[in-house]
Each structure stands twice: as structure tokens, then as C-alpha cells.
């Protein structure tokens, strides 16, 4: 399992997602560009020691990221996805994918990813807090495929 981050714009967001990654010994994918210089001072708060722990690569664009892991199932948490994330069926090398903040991801490349999935919501609210959502769905992907990791409880 990991969980990437489609060009993230606010270094709070990623670095508490990387703290996430470090505790539950998930990898962090950043796929740039950054809407931040990677050594901004509130990506280190909010990620605090944990970024020093944590598992994290920065991949140039998304070109390069979809051919590296194109063997492997993306599942992109979106608002317009029909699948409601505890209703799928994760499996143990899923990649979840995140989108910016403001804008999700592309056109191109929501359509390049077949499996998305959403959290409900009640009427009228545009969305979630990316780090929250990340939480929320890697949680359940975890619960679903435990992984290998007996240190975790």
C-alpha cells in the first residue's frame, strides 16, 4: 500500500500525510510540482521528527509517475467518484491517490485512473480536508488487507 500526493499545494497537508506514512509504515509519493519549496518551515512543523521517519519519494510529474507504477492499481479519492470508499475492495499494492487542494487532478489524468472512490458527504459541502481524507480511506484500505507489519496495534 501507499499513498500519493498529486501535486499537494500546502505543506501542512503533506506534512501531516507523511507523518501518517511514518507511523503506519506507509510510502508517501509526492508527484510535483509542489505548491511549496520542499523545505518549507510548515512542512517540517506539521510533519514535525516523522518526516525523518517516513518513507518518501518525489517523482518529477505524473507522466513519470503513472509509467513507473503502471503495474500497479491507483485508486484516486475524488468527490465525483461513484464508488463510495468502504463499499471497494482494496487490495495490498493499491497506490491511494490524492489530488491539489483547489483543483483535484486533471481531466486527463481522472481519466486515466478507472477505480476512484468517494466519501460521502452531507448535501452542499464541497469537500474534506486532503490530509483527513487520506487518513479516512487509507485506514479503511488497511483494516481491509492488514499488512505485514506484527508492530502495528
Known sequence: MRLALYQPEIPQ?????????????????????????????HLKRAGMDYVDLAN????ENWETYHNLYSDQRIV????????LFWD????????????????????DVYQSIPNRVRIPMLPNRRSLNMAIAGAMVLS???RQVPGDSPHLR
Open 88 to 107: 471497494f475492495v482494496f487490495q495490498p499494492n493499491d497506490i491511494l491517490m490524492i489530488g491539489r487542494e483547489s483543483s483535484g487532478v486533471p481531466e
Open 56 to 59: 518518501v519519494e518525489r517523482y
Open 76 to 83: 484516486l479519492l475524488d468527490t465525483k467518484a461513484d464508488i
Open 140 to 142: 479503511e484500505s488497511l
Open 13 to 41: 497537508n503533506a506534512g501531516t500525510l507523511i507523518r501518517l506514512g511514518a507511523c503506519m509504515g506507509v510510502p508517501i509519493d509526492i508527484i510535483e510540482p509542489t505548491g511549496f519549496v520542499w523545505n518549507d518551515k
